[in-house]
């Protein structure tokens, strides 16, 4: 893998987010998770550029979005995205174990939320997650 602090230029934005309600670690988990794979997905590029922002927010939920201009990946094979052990790209081209995704998934499911993404292939990849803003238990 290439060493990021080679590069050119790394531009990475974080807008100002609002409370979420969940466990801490667990989410610190998700987006760390979303962060490293925007990064290592973009590391063969001159000027790496990341941006975790507010994508949409209502009465109950937020939506946060992890863009990045990375290799993106095809559509066609999104179904494979968040299983364990699946991956889209050679271990060889890209380290990794395959089960990265799969865990911010199983996280966001257990805090009533969503998480997908959309991509094309050389065109970067961009992660949404959806989680509540209030205990999921008041939202009844």
Known sequence: MQNFTKKESVHVEIDHLPQIFGAPSLLNQVFANLF??????????????????????????????????????????YEKLFGVFQRLHSEDEYPGTGVGLALVKRI????????????????GSTFYVTLPTVNPSELA
């Open 36 to 77: 490293s794979n925007a990064l290592k997905y973009s590391l063969k590029n001159e000027k790496i550029e990341i941006k975790i922002g507010l994508y949409k927010k209502d009465k109950d939920n937020l939506t946060i979005a992890v863009k990045d201009n990375g290799c993106g990946f095809n559509m066609n094979y």
């Open 108 to 123: 966001v499911d257990k805090h009533q939320g969503k998480i997908w993404a959309e991509s094309a292939v050389n065109e």
